[in-house]
């Protein structure tokens, strides 16, 4: 008798031990659950902008926990650093672009007071200064549009657009500069027609005109074509020119900020255009190529998405 109770009771440990395994097992299981969970909701509430620290206690997955809560908590303290930035260079910008407007509008003002006189418009003196405020001008301009682009407080809008449009206004606006250098500018405006693409109408117009002021600047003969080629998944906007071209070895530096080639050391211009039209355009979830040889003209193809 007292044999056959040996058997039944190593059974009963056997099975007693299974189940405190699985307890065990279990209640390790549902810790662990609940702490990646709580993990889980501190990540969403950071990432909601809600989080907020709270108090836990001193086990091993609670410290974990404390530790993320401590990241997270500083993440949330820089975020809040940063936005200050962003609050005062937004105020630092807006200030100088409202404090250089009103002297460089009375510098070209005065410039046109001189012209008036008597041999004003024949004077070098007069016509360097008026080049130079527009230089300024120019200058004060692209700096100001770049800062609220790279500091993220110029938000653009894309949305589908018909591209012919977007031609035709650049048409407008640079073809008395072209023509006043006795170049072409063949905007292909007909063969738009019907094409969209999502854009931000005004910044992209920004970007393109960049593009083909570049293009008349740097073109002595001959002249500038902005046409249009549509793909699967992109519209290109190509302006092509019959220009100086640019070497190979700096075709890769030209959309740097500030970048000037020594072949264009002499002429106007400060190396901002390409640098704003390549952030405008990435802005839109596009991209910019160029392809060009010295001597043979430069085209510069700008990508935009279709959808």
């Not at 065990?24 to 299981?29: G, P, W, Y």
């Not at 290109?236 to 020594?262: N, P, W």
Request: charge should be negative; aromatic fraction near 8%.
């Amino acid at each position: 008798m007292g044999a056959n109770k040996i058997p039944i009771i190593i059974l009963s440990i056997g099975l007693f031990c299974l189940f405190l395994a699985a307890a065990v097992i279990l209640t390790d299981f549902m810790v662990r659950r609940r702490s990646l969970k709580r993990m889980r909701d501190m990540i969403q509430s950071a990432m909601d902008g809600t989080f907020r620290a709270e108090s836990f206690d001193e086990s091993l997955y609670a410290s974990v926990e404390s530790k993320l809560a401590e990241y997270l908590s500083a993440s949330e303290t820089q975020k809040g650093k940063i936005s200050a930035e962003q609050d005062k260079i937004k105020t630092l910008i807006a200030d100088i672009s409202h404090q250089t407007k009103t002297p460089i509008a009375n510098l070209l003002l005065y410039t046109e007071l001189l012209k008036e006189e008597e041999g004003g418009r024949d004077s070098d003196t007069v016509v360097l200064l008026e080049s130079q405020v527009k230089k300024l001008d120019f200058l004060i301009h692209s700096l100001v549009e770049l800062s609220r682009l790279e500091t993220g407080i110029l938000v653009l809008h894309p949305k589908k657009n018909e591209l012919s449009a977007l031609l035709e206004e650049a048409q407008k606006q640079y073809a008395a500069k072209a023509a006043g250098k006795g170049l072409y500018l063949h905007v292909l405006v007909k063969e738009a027609q019907g094409i969209t693409a999502r854009f931000d109408p005004k910044w992209t117009l920004e970007a393109l005109g960049n593009l083909i002021d570049n293009a008349i600047k740097y073109t002595e003969t001959g002249g500038v074509t902005v046409s249009v080629r549509p793909y699967e998944l992109f519209v290109s906007v190509e302006v092509t020119d019959t220009g100086i071209g640019i070497a190979e070895q700096e075709q890769a530096k030209v959309f740097g900020r500030f970048y000037r080639s020594t072949a264009v050391s002499d002429s106007e211009g400060v190396g901002i255009g390409l640098y704003l039209a390549r952030e405008i355009i990435k802005q839109e979830s596009g991209y910019i190529q160029v392809a060009s040889e010295a001597g043979k003209g430069t085209t510069f193809s700008l990508y935009l998405p279709v959808d």
